[in-house]
C-alpha cells in the first residue's frame, strides 16, 4: 500500500491507455509521457501497461507500508526518501514505513513513480487510467489527495537488479525538446496563407490552462478564409460540420489548443495539423511559458518517426542494467 | 530581528495577489506573516493554488507583479 499524504498539483493514476473506446467518445486517457511511463515500468520489472503515477509540475509526498522496488523517470523532481536524495530513470528499493518526498519540476513538466507490482487500482473499461473529467479510472476518478492509499499488485518474480538505470544517452532533455513535428490537414486549407505559413514558423508558448486535456498555445492570431458557412456548422469561421478529432490534432478555436490525452473526440472546430504520435510525449514535458515551434512533416516521416521512438524504447530497455 | 528570506513559488504558473478580483490583497507590504498564511494564488491547469508562508515574518517587498508569469521556485515575496 502507498499511503498519500500530499497529491501534488495534478497527480493521477496512469496506465498505457484506455484504448478502443474512442468512437463513443471515450479518449485514451493514459501517461502523457508514454516514454518515461514505460521506462519507469521496465525498470521495477512491469509490463509497459502496469499502472504509474503520472505528476504534473510538483510531485507528491507518500508513505510506503510494505517493502517497495520503486522508479521515477520523467520530469525532475528532485525525489528523496526519508530525507535522502535517490537517483532518477533507476530502481531504488525502499522499506516499509519509508517516506517518498518529490519536489517540483525544474526539468520537464511531468514525472512517473512506478512500483514493482504496478498499482492495482480497479481497471474500468479495461484500464486503470484515471479520467477526471468524466470521473473514471484511477483512484475514485479524481487526481490524488492527503489520505489516499493506493494498493500495489504481486512484485514480479523477473525485473532488473536494484540500481539499474536508464544510461543518460536514453534520458530526454526535456528543455532542449522545443520543436513538435505536425501533419497539417484536415481543414489546413480554411486557414489564410499567411496563417497556414505562420503556425509553422511561429514561436508559440505554452498557456498556464495546458493540461492533460488540450496544450492551449499564445502567440499570433490565427485567422481563417471568410466563407459562407455550410449547413450544419456554427457560425464562426473556425467552425467546421462536425467532425473527429485525432489524438494530438491542433484545433483552433482562436488560438491553438493540441488536443492531449483526455480530449473530447470530436466537434466543430476546424483542425488544422496533427502532432505526430512520436513528438505527443514530448510536447507533453513542456512546461508553462516554455516556447513550442511546429515543424511540418509528411505522413511517412511521421510513421518513420513512430518507429524510431518505439526502436529508441527498445534500445533503451536492453540497456538498463 | 532583520534576516530576510523569500518565498519562492512551488510550481509554475500565474501570479495573483488577490483572492477574488473584488477582494482586497491576501498581504500589504508591513504585513506580518504566521507559516501557513496564504500570500498569493498561482493559476495553473485551470486551477488556483494557494502559495502559502512557510515562515514567519513582515512583508518587506512583492519580487513579481500581480498576473506575472512565474517559474517554480521563483521568489515571490521578501520577508524579514
Partial sequence: MIEIEAGGVASTVQDDGRTGHYHIGVPPSGAMDSYAHALANHLVGNEESAATIEMTYQGITATFTEDAVIAVTGANMSPTIEGEPIGTWESVAVEAGDELDMGFATSGARAYLAVAGGLDVPEVMDSRSTYTLVGIGGHEGRGLEAGDELPVGATPTERPAVGATVPDEYVPEYADEETVRVVLGMNDHRLTAESRAELCSAEWTVTPEADRVGYRLDGPDVEFEERDQPFGAGTDPSNVVDLGYPVGSIQVPQKPIVLMQDAVTGGGYATVGTVISADRERLAQRQTHDSVYFEEVDVDTALDARETRAERLDAARAAVE | ?80
Wanted: hydrophobic share 40%; no cysteine.
Fill in chain 2, 1 to 80: 530581528m532583520s534576516e530576510k528570506t523569500t518565498i519562492n513559488a512551488p510550481m509554475p504558473g500565474v501570479f495573483y495577489r488577490r483572492p477574488d478580483p473584488e477582494d482586497p490583497p491576501f498581504v500589504e507590504v508591513g504585513d506580518s506573516v504566521d507559516v501557513g498564511d496564504p500570500v498569493g494564488l498561482v493559476e495553473v491547469m485551470k486551477n488556483f493554488h494557494e502559495i502559502e508562508a512557510d515562515h514567519a515574518g513582515t512583508v518587506a517587498a512583492f519580487l513579481v507583479e500581480n498576473e506575472d508569469e512565474i517559474t517554480a521556485d521563483q521568489p515571490l515575496v521578501e520577508l524579514e
